[in-house]
C-alpha cells in the first residue's frame, strides 16, 4: 500500500496572524452570546417579579 505525502502550502506568518484572527473572533463571538443570554435571563426574571 503506497502512502499519500501531502505538501504544506501555507505561508507561516500569514497562517499565525490568521489563527490568531479567528481566535479573537471566536472568543468575542461567544463573550458576545453570553452576554445576550444572560440579559435574556435578566428580562425574563423582571418579568415574572424577580430582581436583586
Same mark, same amino acid.
Given at each position: 500500500?503506497? #502512502?499519500?505525502? &501531502?505538501? #504544506?502550502?501555507?505561508?507561516?506568518?500569514?497562517? !499565525? $496572524?490568521? #489563527? &490568531?484572527? !479567528?481566535?479573537?473572533? &471566536? !472568543?468575542?463571538?461567544?463573550?458576545? %452570546?453570553?452576554? $445576550?443570554?444572560?440579559?435574556?435571563? #435578566?428580562?425574563?426574571?423582571? %418579568?415574572?417579579?424577580?430582581?436583586?
Amino acid at each position: 500500500m503506497k #502512502r499519500m505525502v &501531502i505538501a #504544506r502550502q501555507s505561508n507561516a506568518s500569514g497562517s !499565525w $496572524l490568521k #489563527r &490568531i484572527g !479567528w481566535l479573537v473572533t &471566536i !472568543w468575542l463571538a461567544s463573550v458576545l %452570546a453570553l452576554g $445576550l443570554v444572560a440579559y435574556g435571563f #435578566r428580562f425574563v426574571m423582571k %418579568a415574572v417579579g424577580l430582581s436583586l
